[in-house]
Every structure is written in structure tokens, then in C-alpha cells.
């Protein structure tokens, strides 16, 4: 249930969604379209000094342990300090235990690079498949790791599949803050610090919420005050990084537009958005072999049920912004892509067979993987549920 404090917000969140489609917009037509760098030096500040926590824990730790020489009593804001650096220090960011070097694939390899050339970036270093609806590019460094979800990529036509490499690799092209390094791992960091100052919550018998005794209720009240800040921070980075990682989506869709063509690039889209309808069939695939999965899955994708298609693209018309995402409304991004009706696409469309050949095992493996998925969930189900 919606209460007007929500309906205002989200009149706001499309208002401002609608203003930087606008200026996307604007900016491509006039050659200037990149990300945006109005809050890039603030939300980079900001990101160091968030990852800088734990090392000023440490120093004060160290330094109250080199006190506790002559006063013993510090040895017990040493160990406070030097626990809390531990317990905040930032995870170090690393690729998928599954990525493979893209070397593995020399045909899929071949392509990437035509692509990146065509881009104006270097191809990725890694890859990972896997058994979801969705493509992403990561980040660490100098290296670059894409993943691509088999049910999309066997849902795609040819020039759909160059369209969404060239969509993932812009991000390489255009530095997308969102994926890279230093802002992941202060996001990462601070919703670690939020999960660890939020207690454990504990059920009566009749299901209701148990509170304890004063001391608990005490104790919780000082953690939900630490949180405070943890949580206005988090959302002060996001916000930083709303405007960029907008941007950066817009600027994603223009090359994978120049790259592949208007056409493509608006039906990659739209097979994203009936994506649950592929999770709906899901439902009713129960122990089934990965060869049946590999047909029925992507199925909905190519030939949708018109009506379902149809109400998906109604819900998609009324989609909201939010700043807690980092791309724009689905809506928009189909608006933005049809206006560039002037690019008709720089690559020559050509046949996947060969690479579907190639890559015939590892999907055979990632379906195997989802099968595995779907039985345990439906297992879960059936006994919880």
C-alpha cells in the first residue's frame, strides 16, 4: 500500500529521471555525452575517506597498544580498535571463481575484439556464463570481466547479441563509476557495517516479534543510532553516483546503437523487459533435464505470449526512477534508443553458430547448474512452504 509520501517520491524520482533522459538526450545529439562529472570528485572523496575507516581504526589501535606500555588500562581501547579495523575492513574485490580467460573461446574472442574495436576499448580479460537473464561487465583495475546469461543470449537473434556485447563493453569505453573499484568497495563496505549493526530479531511461539528485556531494547536503540549515519552515508554516495551511473547507461545504449543498429538495440531491450515470463516458466519445469531448459527458457523471450507481452510493456510504461538503481527507466532508455533513428549500425550482422558451437559445453553445464537451482528451490518449497 502506497502512502502519499510514496506517490510524492516517486513523482519526484520521474521527474528527475525524465530531466536527465532530456540532457542525455541533448548531449548526444551534440557529441558531448558522457558520464557525469559534476559529482564525480565529491563521491571519490567521499569513497576514499569511507575506505580510510578502518585504517584509522588501526592507527588509533596501534597507537593505544604503544600506550598500554605505560598504562595498561589502554589495552582495552587497543583491542576495540584494532577489532573494529578487522571487522571494517573492506573485502578485497576479486573476479568469479568460475571466470574463464576469454582466450578459452578464440571465436567469441574474435568477436569481442571486432566489437571493442568498433567501441574504442580493450576486449575483457575474463568471462563467465551463467544460467540467468542479464549481462554485466566488472571491473578491478585494469581488467575486465563480462558475464553473460545463457537464457538471454539463446533468446537473442544475431544482431541482438552484438548489440548487448556492444552495450557491456561501452561501460569499458566510458569508465562506469558504478563498476569500478573504488566506489564498489565503500558500497560494499558500508552495507557490511549496516548488516553488522543490525541485530538479530527474535519470534514469539504466535509468530510476533519478541523484544526482550530492557537491556535488549537498550542495546538496540544504540545500534539503531549507530546506524543512522551508516545509512545517510550510503545514500549520500548513491546520490553522487546516481547522475554518472545514469549517464554512463544512456551512453551504453548510443554505442551499442552505433555498434548494432536502433532496431536491435530496442528489441535487446524489450526481451528484458518479458524476462519474468521466462522465471514464470521456471515454475512449472521441475526436475527437468538442462536440454529442456536450454529450449524452454529462452522460449518466452522469442516468440512471448501476447497478452502476458503486452501487459509487461503497460507495467514498463509506468516504471519509476529510483536512486537506488543505476539505470534509467526502461521506458526512457526505449525513447532514447528510438530517437537516434539516424544510426542504422557499423558492424555487419554475421552468424553465431560457429560460437554457439563453441561455447555448446559450457552451456551445457550452466543449465546443468540451473536445474540443480530450480530442483533445490522447488524442494525448499514444498517443504516450507
Given at each position: 500500500?502506497?502512502?502519499?509520501?510514496d506517490?510524492?517520491?516517486?513523482?519526484?524520482?520521474?521527474?528527475?529521471?525524465e530531466?536527465?533522459?532530456?540532457q542525455?538526450?541533448?548531449?548526444?545529439?551534440?557529441g558531448?555525452?558522457?558520464?557525469?562529472?559534476?559529482?564525480?570528485?565529491?563521491?571519490?572523496?567521499?569513497?576514499?575517506?569511507i575506505?580510510?575507516?578502518?585504517?584509522?581504526?588501526?592507527c588509533a589501535?596501534?597507537?593505544?597498544?604503544?600506550?598500554?606500555?605505560?598504562?595498561w588500562?589502554?589495552?582495552?581501547?587497543a583491542?576495540?580498535?584494532?577489532?573494529?579495523?578487522?571487522?571494517m575492513?573492506?573485502?578485497?574485490p576479486?573476479?568469479?571463481n568460475?571466470?574463464?580467460?576469454?582466450?578459452n573461446?578464440?571465436?567469441?574472442?574474435?568477436?569481442?575484439?571486432?566489437i571493442?574495436?568498433?567501441?574504442g576499448?580493450?576486449?575483457?580479460?575474463?568471462?563467465?556464463?551463467?544460467g540467468?537473464i542479464?549481462a554485466?561487465?566488472?571491473?578491478?583495475?585494469?581488467?575486465?570481466?563480462?558475464?553473460?546469461?545463457?537464457?538471454?543470449?539463446?533468446?537473442?537473434?544475431a544482431?541482438?547479441?552484438?548489440a548487448?556485447?556492444?552495450?557491456?563493453?561501452?561501460?569499458?569505453?566510458?569508465?562506469?563509476?558504478?563498476?569500478?573499484?573504488?566506489?564498489?568497495?565503500?558500497?560494499d563496505s558500508?552495507?557490511?557495517w549496516?548488516?553488522l549493526l543490525?541485530?538479530?530479531?527474535?519470534?514469539?511461539?504466535?509468530g510476533?516479534?519478541?523484544?526482550?528485556?530492557?537491556?535488549m531494547?537498550?542495546?538496540?536503540?544504540?545500534?539503531?543510532?549507530?546506524r543512522?549515519?551508516?545509512?545517510?552515508v550510503?545514500?549520500l554516495?548513491?546520490?553522487?553516483?546516481?547522475?554518472q551511473?545514469?549517464?554512463?547507461?544512456?551512453?551504453?545504449?548510443?554505442?551499442s546503437?552505433?555498434?548494432?543498429?536502433?532496431?536491435a538495440?530496442?528489441?535487446?531491450l524489450?526481451k528484458?523487459?518479458l524476462?519474468?515470463?521466462?522465471?514464470?516458466?521456471?515454475?512449472?519445469?521441475?526436475?527437468?533435464?538442462?536440454?529442456?531448459?536450454?529450449?524452454?527458457?529462452?522460449?518466452?523471450?522469442?516468440?512471448?505470449?501476447?497478452?502476458?507481452?503486452?501487459?509487461?510493456m503497460?507495467?514498463?510504461?509506468?516504471?519509476?526512477?529510483?536512486?537506488?538503481?543505476?539505470?534509467?527507466?526502461?521506458?526512457?532508455?526505449?525513447?532514447f534508443?528510438s530517437a537516434?533513428y539516424?544510426?542504422?549500425?557499423?558492424l555487419?550482422?554475421?552468424?553465431?553458430?560457429?560460437i554457439?558451437?563453441?561455447?555448446?559445453?559450457?552451456r551445457?553445464?550452466?543449465?546443468?547448474?540451473?536445474?540443480?537451482?530450480?530442483?533445490s528451490?522447488?524442494?525448499?518449497?514444498v517443504?516450507y512452504?
Open positions: 500500500m502506497f502512502t502519499y509520501a506517490r510524492v517520491r516517486q513523482r519526484l524520482n520521474r521527474a528527475k529521471a530531466r536527465l533522459f532530456e542525455a538526450l541533448k548531449d548526444q545529439n551534440a558531448t555525452l558522457r558520464r557525469g562529472e559534476m559529482y564525480f570528485l565529491p563521491a571519490k572523496v567521499l569513497s576514499i575517506l575506505l580510510s575507516v578502518p585504517l584509522v581504526c588501526f589501535g596501534l597507537a593505544s597498544l604503544i600506550a598500554a606500555y605505560y598504562e588500562g589502554m589495552l582495552f581501547p583491542a576495540f580498535f584494532l577489532m573494529a579495523a578487522r571487522v575492513a573492506p573485502r578485497r576479486s573476479f568469479a568460475d571466470a574463464q580467460p576469454i582466450s573461446f578464440p571465436l567469441l574472442a574474435s568477436r569481442l575484439k571486432e571493442a574495436d568498433a567501441v576499448c580493450e576486449a575483457p580479460d575474463l568471462i563467465v556464463f551463467d540467468e542479464n554485466s561487465m566488472l571491473t578491478i583495475g585494469r581488467r575486465g570481466q563480462l558475464t553473460i546469461g545463457f537464457i538471454l543470449w539463446d533468446g537473442c537473434t544482431k541482438e547479441r552484438t548487448l556485447l556492444a552495450h557491456e563493453l561501452a561501460h569499458l569505453a566510458n569508465n562506469n563509476p558504478a563498476r569500478g573499484r573504488l566506489f564498489g568497495a565503500a558500497l558500508l552495507a557490511a549496516h548488516m543490525t541485530p538479530d530479531v527474535g519470534y514469539n511461539f504466535d510476533s516479534r519478541a523484544y526482550g528485556g530492557l537491556g531494547q537498550l542495546s538496540e536503540l544504540i545500534l539503531w543510532m549507530l543512522l549515519p551508516v545509512s545517510a550510503y545514500r554516495l548513491l546520490g553522487l553516483l546516481y547522475v551511473s545514469q549517464r554512463a547507461e544512456y551512453f551504453a545504449d548510443a554505442i546503437v552505433r555498434v548494432a543498429g536502433v532496431s538495440a530496442r528489441s535487446l524489450s528484458i523487459v524476462a519474468p515470463l521466462s522465471l514464470q516458466e521456471r515454475n512449472f519445469l521441475f526436475r527437468a533435464k538442462a536440454v529442456r531448459l536450454a529450449e524452454a527458457l529462452p522460449a518466452p523471450l522469442i516468440s512471448p505470449d501476447p497478452v502476458k507481452a503486452a501487459a509487461l503497460a507495467e514498463m510504461q509506468e516504471e519509476e526512477s529510483s536512486v537506488d538503481t543505476t539505470h534509467p527507466p526502461t521506458v526512457f532508455r526505449l525513447r534508443i537516434l539516424a544510426y542504422a549500425g557499423e555487419p550482422s554475421v552468424s553465431y553458430e560457429k554457439d558451437d563453441e561455447l555448446s559445453q559450457v551445457l553445464r550452466s543449465y546443468q547448474k540451473l536445474a540443480s537451482q530450480i530442483e528451490e522447488q524442494e525448499m518449497g517443504r512452504g
